[in-house]
């Protein structure tokens, strides 16, 4: 595969991330053939370990391609860290922006430029209790249809193993391996030229969704639950489950309270 200038920023990036990243970590690295050699797309990838943005990198890295995350817009103004990100071209995402598309601006310039846009659908790292992907955000599907570029899914396995996610200290020995498959381009042609309401970019990221999931499944040997979990229901139904609990002690507490009312009544009389 033909490799395209990386430039000095990711270059001295590599030097300090990579030799750290062999020492922990074995490899079991597949599906490089699915990412472009040419022209810009999309990589959709799993998020599972807070180490797991650097082997994702490592990989990626490898192939000649290398990804541009999206991060807040405001890393990009502090200090030597902004210098990094900016240097290694990392994607500004401003938040701040009314305009849902237009809060991707810098990516869809960057797809449109050639480059590969690295976007961790999800938002977070994974809550499914098992590892499994979760729901994802719509800003995956969004560059994709108005970019019209390949969407490649890319599953990991192995970081959660090293840190497991919200984990403070990492887990050494034994040794861990790292798992990486990237599939074919997902197909959203069904979606082009279709207005982006949020149901239709629901529906486009449930498939980029489900074609990571598929990744997954063939790394770990095994299935996932029928249905992703949604962090956001989960926070709904704990909502509920908490405002059951409060009511019910309520009723507990007036109930004490009105069976020593009876009780003060008795003994004056």
């Known amino acids: 595969m033909p490799r ?20 922990l970590l074995k490899r ?15 990589t959709a990838v799993n998020h599972n370990s807070h180490v797991d943005p650097l082997g994702y990198a490592h990989y990626q890295y490898n192939t000649g391609r290398v990804p541009r995350f999206l991060a807040k817009s405001g890393l990009f103004k502090k200090g030597f860290v902004g210098a990094a990100m900016r240097g290694t071209g990392q994607i500004p995402v401003y938040r701040e922006s009314t305009d849902a598309l237009s809060a991707f601006r810098a990516a ?11 976007f961790y659908p999800e938002g977070t790292l994974t ?25 490649i899914p890319v599953a990991q396995w192995g970081a959660n193993e090293l840190l497991p996610p919200y984990a403070k200290k ?28 949020p149901e239709l970019l629901k529906e486009a990221t449930e ?7 598929a990744q997954l499944e063939e790394i770990r040997g ?34 004490a309270a009105t069976d020593d009312a009876r009780r003060g009544q008795e003994q004056g009389k």
Do not use: N
């Open 207 to 213: 498939v980029i969704m489900a074609a990571i999931t």
């Open 28 to 42: 079991d690295w597949r599906g490089m053939e699915h990412i472009p050699a040419e022209g810009g797309f999309i």
């Open 127 to 151: 809550r499914d209790p098992d590892g499994w992907p979760m729901t994802g955000k719509t800003g995956a599907a969004r560059v994709a249809l108005q970019t019209k570029c390949p969407v």
């Open 108 to 118: 869809i310039e960057a797809v449109e430029r050639g480059e590969c846009v690295a």
């Open 222 to 255: 095994e299935k996932a639950p029928a249905t992703p979990f949604d962090p956001r229901q989960a926070r709904i139904e704990q909502r509920r489950r908490t405002q059951a609990q409060a009511q019910g002690r309520g009723r507990t507490a007036v109930r």
């Open 170 to 197: 990492p887990s050494l020995l034994p040794r861990k391996t790292h798992h990486v498959l990237a599939g074919p381009p997902v197909d959203l042609s069904r979606f082009y030229d279709k207005e982006m309401s």
């Open 4 to 23: 395209r200038r990386i430039g000095f920023w990711y270059r001295f990036a590599a030097v300090i991330c990579k030799p750290p990243l062999v020492v």
